[in-house]
């Protein structure tokens, strides 16, 4: 049996999720869990692992739909509410789902997809009341596909088990100490082990409350941690960001109302992103509290994180979660020495099970059983560090490895930058030359100053040979940094 979804019973009367301005309990997502699993068995006895798609806001639908395709059998696609539909029929085409269920917000989007797909049309208001057994769902069965961003290649959808899934919810809930009088708001994407495994799946474990905002809104989240009852956060640097900058914005009885609240809460994560010191600071400031640093992908949910009793080291994402086993190797696979850098490598239970119908592409991840990341990073003083993605943030260039952000770091510092990237562009001469896209606060200082300013501050072969001024970088909908298409754009602009 599924065990997040029987925890409910234990919990029955409490608030499981909070959306839309409305209370609903652990048993109110028990009721329409049920009632969405009969209609997708629609007579059946058991989906036997069939791909079902969905795409609703996050909210009480959102959740309820999720556990109904678990308790049914079926693997669960979460489809991204911002993607076109090119992005959308590429998942429906790749799983090759059954059904998909939609709520009438993106009735639009998808019902071209009906015509062009073999996919049954499931709409949220046209759920019916049906009542019958459920199967017995082992923990080893296929329960999500999560897709990769795609930056090595078309994206990859990345297929977790349920014991996967709760070898990830496991090693957090204890890791960060989650019980049930946690309140937690979730303003994340509901198609990523962040907002999924790290804020819902471990809220619901744990008998908590997940409380949902549709839409990112500075004021709206401030508002609602003044009201005093949540007591965590987990958010993007991006996030952090805007939210700080409307705090500057505030008066100061505001300013001061926001940080009392502030300073107890329990818990605030930064993930999914490199988390800049400076950002980390001023969030300090403000809070009183050193966000926690972690590190995870998609295929593994999270593997190390800063502590959450303990030092939480500024630009470290920590140590090994609670039943993680982390080395690192070098380019042939041996593990390095302490205080070498290499290849993040991981074991454990939570663990994915395959890249889906990628044979090829799964075997090529491992090797003797370890899950390689593509992440490079440094074992000093117990704590991780990380240097880059050896595809995007490690740059070759005139037989020196060179971490991007590392550079990025240094160039935050600027009191006229904003943020920035820097990225590897092809060279025939060193390799790869560095290329640094600025986001400025004002424009008034010239490449010329900053590259003197840098001379001081980095050796001669860190230093970059490209500059480009932008009004933002290139993001995902996670706020995450497209390093392959910032290098496309300093490529193009080449040419």
Known sequence: MITLINNAAS??????IKSNRKNYSYLDLLDASAKIAHTLLAGRSDLNEERIAFIVDPSFD???????IWRAGGIAVPLCVKHPYTSVKYVIDDTQAESLVYSKKYAD????????CHLKSIPLDSITDKTGGLPDVSMDRRAMIIYTSGTTGAPKGVVS??????AQILSLVTSWEWSKEDHILNILPLHHVHGIVNILSCALWSGACCEF??????????????KKEINLFMAVPTIYYKLMNHWKELPTHEQQTISAALKEFRLMVSGSAALPISTLEQWRHISGHTLLERYGMTEMGMAISNPYNGERR?????????????????????????????????KGPNIFKEYWQKPEATKSSFVDGWFKTGDIAILHDGYYRILGRNSVDIIKSGGYKISALEIEEVLRKHPDIKDCGVVGIPDPEWGEIIGAS?????DNDTIENLKSWLKDKLPSYQLPRRYMIQDDLPRNVMGKVTKKELQRIFVASDA
Do not use: M
């Open 109 to 116: 989007l998808v019902e071209p997809l009906f015509a062009a």
């Open 314 to 346: 500024p630009g470290h994402i920590g140590q090994p979660l609670n039943g993680v086993t982390i080395r690192i190797a070098d380019e042939q696979n041996n593990e390095v020495s302490k205080d070498q850098s290499g290849e993040i490598q991981v």
């Open 438 to 442: 600025l986001i400025l606060i004002k």
């Open 161 to 166: 088990t349920h014991s996967n899934i709760e």
């Open 213 to 226: 905002l549709v839409k990112f809104d500075a004021q709206d989240v401030f508002d609602l941690f003044c």
């Open 62 to 68: 959102y959740v309820s739909i999720q556990w109904a």
């Open 11 to 16: 919990h029955i009367d409490r608030v499981a």
